[in-house]
């Protein structure tokens, strides 16, 4: 029983980083820029979150500078593809090289030439909600909540990925701002017509996409490990795009998506703490072998918005 209630917590966790990235990948698209500069984004922010955490203790104002980090990398991605018109592709490969290598070198500058930035005392991560409810004379006298303690005290980030889902449903579907988005990704002419700037729109999308890439990157160093190390991302920001397709280039679908990679980081975890006797670079491949066969049985039913990806020039 523990080890099941122990698969759905690190499911929880794990898919926390991914939802914030991925969801930055639907608001890009949603406004017809293509955004697979994910992965570059998330290492930045990680960087900047465990610099910011290690040194100011503070870990809100790290999170945030990580954000603010993936946001800066993203404005680059957003002039070449919005104002330059340039490949979206092309422009997403070369964040995906920019943002690895100036994290490394930043990594470097700032923890005396080392490739793995100093860890971040626990007291300075981010917090675990409900820490203090399950105190040992609670689990005394009630052994149960034992199961809800392993799948409820977690970190902040998992109920704020939660809530973000939430919030971006509403924004896209529910406010005129989401309305504007979804035009300005399905026809950007016709949104101009009606008095809508796309340009403005599609800085904003990816900009905020920039923004919550660099949370998700953030979040992997400043809670569930509590340093940033080259690897730390490795394929992370590419999982959050497959997430992205899989669940339609909506929240809710790419959510789904999320926890059902988390699931297979979340198993091949528990499988290596078991003991049981499978190849370890098996078990870490398992999450990237369930993202491809999802992508294979599932992309051809996902329809993407019809001007995403499609270089836009203002008619005059």
Not at 104 to 118: E, I, Q, T, Y
Not at 192 to 209: D, F, H, R
Not at 238 to 259: E, H, K, R, Y
Not at 298 to 304: G, I, L, Q
Request: proline share 4%; net charge neutral.
């Amino acid at each position: 029983m523990n080890t099941l209630f122990g698969i759905i917590s690190i499911t929880l966790l794990y898919s926390a980083p991914l939802i914030f990235t991925a969801l930055g990948g639907v608001i890009s698209e949603n406004g017809g820029v293509v955004n697979i500069g994910l992965e570059g984004m998330m290492a930045l922010g990680a960087v900047v979150g465990a610099t910011v955490g290690f040194y100011l203790g503070n870990p809100w104002l790290a999170f945030l500078c990580g954000g603010l980090a993936g946001m800066a990398l993203s404005l680059l991605h957003a002039v070449a593809t919005i104002h330059f018109h340039a490949d979206h592709v092309v422009s997403g490969i070369a964040i995906n090289l920019i943002g690895p290598g100036l994290a490394l070198f930043l990594c470097r500058v700032f923890f005396d030439g080392a490739a793995m930035s100093k860890s971040i005392p626990f007291e300075n991560k981010l917090p675990q909600l409900f820490r203090d409810v399950f105190t040992p004379e609670l689990l005394e006298k009630m052994p149960f909540m034992r199961y809800v303690q392993i799948v409820f005290q977690q970190y902040i980030i998992v109920y704020l990925a939660f809530f973000l889902v939430l919030l971006m449903w509403y924004l896209l579907y529910r406010t005129k701002l989401g309305l504007r988005i979804r035009a300005v990704g399905e026809h950007p002419q016709a949104a101009e017509t009606l008095g809508i700037n796309a340009y403005k729109i599609k800085y904003i999308c990816v900009l905020a996409s920039g923004f919550l890439a660099g949370l998700g990157g953030a979040s992997m160093s400043l809670a569930i490990v509590s340093n940033f190390r080259e690897t730390l991302i490795s394929g992370q920001g590419f999982i959050a795009l497959a997430a992205v397709i899989f669940g339609n280039w909506t929240p809710q679908g790419a959510f789904i998506a999320c926890l059902l990679f988390g699931a297979s980081q979340g198993l091949s975890v528990i499988l290596g703490t078991l003991g049981i006797q499978i190849d370890t670079n098996l078990l870490a491949m398992l999450p990237y072998i369930i993202t491809l066969l999802a992508l294979i049985f599932f992309v051809k039913s996902s329809k993407a918005p019809a001007a995403d990806g499609v270089p836009y020039e203002r008619s005059h």
